[in-house]
């Protein structure tokens, strides 16, 4: 008889711990992973500008006044970087901004944290462990969006195009910021936007922002960021791909090679 009201109890107890509400998530605006490539193609003056540009966008009352607009005024960030397929890491978890006080206490903490190189380019592996974070981060967000930042294709980890693919069967969009300072080299594509374009971009409303220039590198992740927050249309004639098409006609560029850096990397070392 004992043993059966043990059983009896235990029951109940688990019946009573199935019927308890599960934690609710918290309402955002946008949910943000910025992923940024620090592979040893980015250079420690490209490396101080794109964290430059990160830290200038959320110290912008342009963006403050573009989260406090949201529906419900909020949006949450973290912060990543990436460059080889098993080498991405959290600089700044998961992070509620809410306005000028919560977007400073952002950007103070990204602008003292040291920068790192590391090698490989795998975008394929920071889609993955990004979207591993928009569905563990625990927010009910109107938008969810992966914002990568590289200056070099794929050439490591599966394909980009399948990391891609898994990204949007989940309602992420992934935008992108193609870096194109410096003249290609070993590991490189000539037209870094058109891969972007054709194998890394995706999703409702993707867009992308070239950054051509060192002088323009700043305003390229600023703008970016400003449209993100905002689901904001291009501005004017700015360099950027919207919906994954071109300003200028897609039939005036050839298409991408989603494999070209794959391609290169064995080339280059004679496999």
């Not at 943000?32 to 490539?37: S, T, W, Y």
């Not at 978890?93 to 790192?116: M, N, Q």
């Not at 050439?155 to 992420?172: K, S, T």
């Not at 950027?240 to 300003?247: C, F, I, K």
């Amino acid at each position: 008889m004992r043993r059966v009201l043990v059983m009896v109890s235990m029951a109940l107890a688990l019946a009573a711990g199935s019927a308890r509400p599960a934690r609710a998530e918290t309402e955002v605006d946008l949910a943000l992973v910025i992923a940024v490539d620090v592979s040893f193609s980015m250079d420690p003056e490209e490396q101080a500008l794109q964290r430059d540009g990160f830290v200038e966008a959320f110290r912008s009352p342009v963006v403050h006044d573009a989260i406090r607009r949201g529906a419900v005024g909020r949006i949450a960030v973290v912060y990543v970087e990436w460059a080889g397929a098993g080498d991405q890491r959290v600089l700044i978890p998961w992070a509620l901004i809410d306005g000028p006080g919560t977007a400073a206490r952002f950007a103070d903490e990204l602008a003292s944290r040291p920068t790192r190189r590391a090698s490989r380019t795998s975008i394929s592996g920071a889609l993955d462990f990004s979207v591993k974070l928009q569905e563990e981060g625990g927010f009910a967000a109107t938008r969810r969006v992966v914002d990568v930042s590289g200056d070099g294709p794929n050439n490591q980890g599966r394909p980009v195009l399948a990391a891609r693919a898994d990204a949007l069967a989940r309602g992420i969009t992934v935008n992108g910021l193609p870096i194109m300072l410096k003249e290609p080299g070993y590991f490189d594509v000539a037209d870094l936007d058109l891969y972007y374009r054709d194998c890394v971009i995706g999703g409702q409303g993707a867009f992308m922002v070239p950054a051509r220039s060192k002088e323009q590198f700043r305003d390229a992740v600023k703008t970016k960021i400003i449209m993100e927050v905002a689901a904001a249309p291009i501005p004017g004639p700015a360099p950027a791909v919207a919906g994954g098409n071109l300003v200028v006609p897609a039939q005036d560029s050839p298409r991408g090679n989603c494999l070209a850096g794959e391609q290169q990397w064995r080339d280059r070392m004679g496999n």
